[in-house]
């Protein structure tokens, strides 16, 4: 079973959001089912797969799952997701490097009010964002074998260009497998492709809408900090 199905398996409708991702603790799947604002939680779950049935109990759902055909799956009908995924986020650590202070701020904001409750490094130019990760500098007393879970790298940096930044982790054993997301101003088709190129995993532009950021930072943290599976922890030889 993939995720695709499991979303598929719990299509939009009746619900404000179907939240999917992986249990890294128990294994297995959490579904976490927000009901829209004007309906009563005891649920109808609509399915691609079937017609639509109506559940008083995450019991009778999870039976139902199973005579589809999907096993091993959680229901939470009570939208506490946050509360529910947080506790898998709160070991994780996410490198910001970002130098406009309102940008930082509004980040860290986003964060917080999606209850992503990670330990969030900031760095605000290129050469201290590779000093964090290199332990140099200011960082020389850090373990560089303890690597971040994420990368938010912004492109326009002072002393060394993002995309200068990347390519110095992509080139290294201990960091080039580190998830990194270009999360910048600039939609300038050079910068893209030279992202890309240099082994980005995402380009993102920033919106301007608060509202839209702090989802798009919702989204990133649930796929990256949850749902996306790392490779085995790796070490240089």
């Known amino acids: 079973m993939i995720e695709k199905d499991v979303r598929l398996l719990f299509a939009a409708g009746h619900w404000y959001k179907a939240i999917v991702f992986r249990d890294p603790v128990e294994g297995g799947w959490k579904v ?4 829209k604002e004007d309906q009563n939680p005891q649920q109808i779950l609509d399915s691609k797969r079937g017609h639509p049935r109506l559940f008083k109990t995450s019991d009778a759902a999870i039976q139902w799952c199973k005579e589809t055909g999907f096993q091993n799956v959680t229901i939470q009908f009570d939208g506490i997701y946050s509360n529910t995924s947080s506790k898998y986020m709160k070991d994780k650590t996410v490198l910001l490097v970002e130098d406009n202070p309102n940008d930082i701020e509004l980040t860290l904001r986003a964060f917080k009010n999606n209850n992503i409750k990670s330990n969030i490094v900031v760095t605000q130019d290129g050469q201290e964002a590779l000093d964090y990760l290199f332990a140099g500098g200011e960082y ?57 190129k240099l082994g980005s995993n995402s380009y993102i532009k920033k919106p301007v809408n608060f509202q839209v950021f702090s989802d798009m930072i919702k989204d990133l943290g649930q796929y990256w900090l949850q749902i996306n599976t790392p490779p085995p922890n790796f070490r240089p030889s």
């Open 32 to 35: 976490c089912l927000v009901p």
């Open 140 to 196: 020389q007393s850090r373990n560089s074998e303890d690597v971040p879970n994420l990368i938010l790298l912004d492109i326009n940096l002072p002393k060394v260009s993002g995309l200068e930044v990347l390519k110095t982790i992509r080139d290294s054993d201990l960091t080039r497998f580190i998830p990194v997301v270009l999360l910048t101003t600039s939609d300038e088709n050079s910068d893209i492709i030279s992202g890309y």
